[in-house]
């Protein structure tokens, strides 16, 4: 058994991590408040919006169809892998990550797949194994709708030119402080209502039909990318929240062992030495 100094040093370290675990709980749940609300208030705006652009989209039956709907056989495939710029967030990023290959090796095996990262974690890891076209951690810095719009801009301009055939969001959706959703998303080509969902609305088009979807499809891409940011955000502080509440439960639960043992350690040590002065006592008297 460990001597009481020993013991006693655990304690105290335990202690001390269980205080940052607890701290940093409090922080993300304090980030996630904010960050549940943002996505929470854009998830309408974001899903109308594409709903109905994939309705026009696939309404106008390939008559002056837009550049973003240019569907070609796919040889380069670019990923982008939305990750967390920090860790000590449970299986957060790891996910992202098992996702990405699996994409490489199970959805596309032969072809060129390269990543585009957003978050430092995932540019980290991919690197060692993809190639990176490029990464755009900084943007969690200053997480505006421009910011974002510029990484679309980008990623459309790939797209156009020729560059990738198909591009595929990675991220974590959130959905509760507890449980993450990890979502591969289509964002070019983009992917037109089937069925009876191209034409379920009753429209009147002014200006045309063709000039409106020329005009909302890029806002679309910008929103949509700049919505799974913010899911990946918001999903983040859920993930670092429970991760912390957890390791502070541990913490808690060990340090309590250890007192108990530290307990039992220093009774045995007193009754130890009250056995020693009662055989001292009995000797002298003999």
């Known amino acids: 058994m460990a001597n009481l100094k020993e013991i006693r040093n655990r304690i105290s370290s335990i202690s001390s991590t269980m205080q940052i675990t607890s701290a940093m709980k409090m922080v993300s749940a304090a980030k996630l408040k904010k960050a549940q609300d943002a996505i929470t208030a854009m998830r309408p705006y974001s899903d109308k919006l594409t709903e109905l652009l994939q309705g026009l989209s696939a309404s106008l039956e390939g008559d002056g169809g837009s550049e973003y709907a240019d569907k070609r056989p796919v040889n380069k495939v670019l990923v982008v892998a939305i990750t967390s710029n920090r860790g000590l967030c449970g299986g957060f990023n790891s996910n992202i990550i098992k996702q990405s290959n699996n994409l490489v090796s199970n959805k596309y095996p032969g072809k060129q797949v390269d990543f585009y990262t957003i978050g430092k974690k995932g540019h980290d890891i991919l690197r060692k194994r993809h190639t990176i076209l490029g990464d755009q951690s900084r ?28 591009i595929e969001l990675v991220y974590n959706k959130f959905k509760n402080a507890a449980t993450q959703i990890v979502m591969t998303e289509q964002f070019l080509p983009i992917v037109g209502a089937e069925g009876d969902e191209a034409i379920a609305a009753d429209y009147i088009f002014e200006p045309s039909k063709v000039e409106i979807v020329k005009e909302l499809i890029p806002k679309s891409l910008k ?33 309590n062992e250890l007192k108990l043992t530290y307990n039992k350690a220093r009774q045995a040590a007193i009754t130890n030495e009250i056995l020693e002065i009662v055989g001292g006592a009995e000797a002298l008297n003999n």
Do not use: C, P, W
């Not at 200053?142 to 980008?154: G, M, P, S, Y």
């Not at 859920?238 to 913490?251: F, I, L, Q, S, Y």
């Open 139 to 166: 943007v969690y810095d200053d997480l505006t709708f421009e910011n974002v719009a510029e990484i679309a801009e980008l990623l459309m301009r790939l797209f156009t030119k020729g560059d990738y055939d198909k």
């Open 223 to 255: 929103t949509q990318l700049f919505k799974a940011i913010r899911d990946s955000f918001a999903s983040e502080h859920g993930a670092r929240m429970t991760a912390m509440h957890k390791a502070t439960d541990n913490a808690a639960e060990l340090r």
